[in-house]
């Protein structure tokens, strides 16, 4: 299996999107990217702007030549409801359910979504719980599980593609600090995971006590699972103070000799937090 970590917050971007190919089959998850508005009370500097633009044209690519496309929620950084839409033309389609298990906001964008690609896919699902076969490669999609602890934000579905190789891919669980959210990691028992890390950088609204359930059961994934490495990005690689967040993950998984990294490092680049540096970037100008 090639997995490929496209827009990642340790790339420069808010995304987690990620090109995915088997002998069976090309997916792309969540084909998105974005920006923060206002970080420090700034605008995106235009290094951000220049990172976005980048990004966006590497998910256009790999999503035209993907086969299938899965979107896990409706948030503007995991799906782009109005340029490119091509990407969606006779291809497979699976996406949350936009009905159900959904907070407003993502209710409406999801309407919006739908009806802009209505006549393009060749095939569209409501994804959520259900698995997929193509070829040899399964694809497994969780229930439902809540965009952080509670439902304000919504829901997302998490990803397996396993094709002997299990990757699983968490979407936006901010941690995972709910039981459910952990519970479909260490059910599929995978080799690699791409895991949207818990808000640190907004503790006030995370909270304390689900920070300490996120390290607890990013600890029992490391135990638990047969993995290559542990990928944690996305929310957590907005905190410049990440790693010193997490240093039980990080000691338990050194005795495992298995590491624990950003997608940046997956992927052989150097890590390039840039909305984190924001105002070093304006600084430096």
Sequence with gaps: M????????????RGMATYVETKDLKLFIDPGVSLAPIRYGLESHPIELKRLDEHWKKIVKLAKKSEVLIITHYHYD???PWEHLEIYKNKTVLVKHPTEKINKSQKKRSAFFLEQIKDLPKRLEYA?????KFGKTKIKISPPVFHGTNPRLGYVIEVLVDDGYRFIHTSDVEGPSQNDQVDFILKNKPNLVFLDGPLSYMMYRFGVKAMKNSVENMIKIVKSCPLDALIVDHHFLRDLKWKEKIPEVFK?????KLEVKTSAEYAGK???MLEAHRKELYENQ
Aim: net charge neutral; hydrophobic share 35%.
């Design 128 to 132: 959520d719980g259900k698995e997929f």
């Design 78 to 80: 995991h799906h782009n």
């Design 252 to 256: 338990v998984a050194e005795k495992k």
């Design 270 to 272: 150097r890590i390039d």
């Design 2 to 13: 090639k997995i490929v970590p496209i827009a990642f917050d340790s790339l420069g971007t």
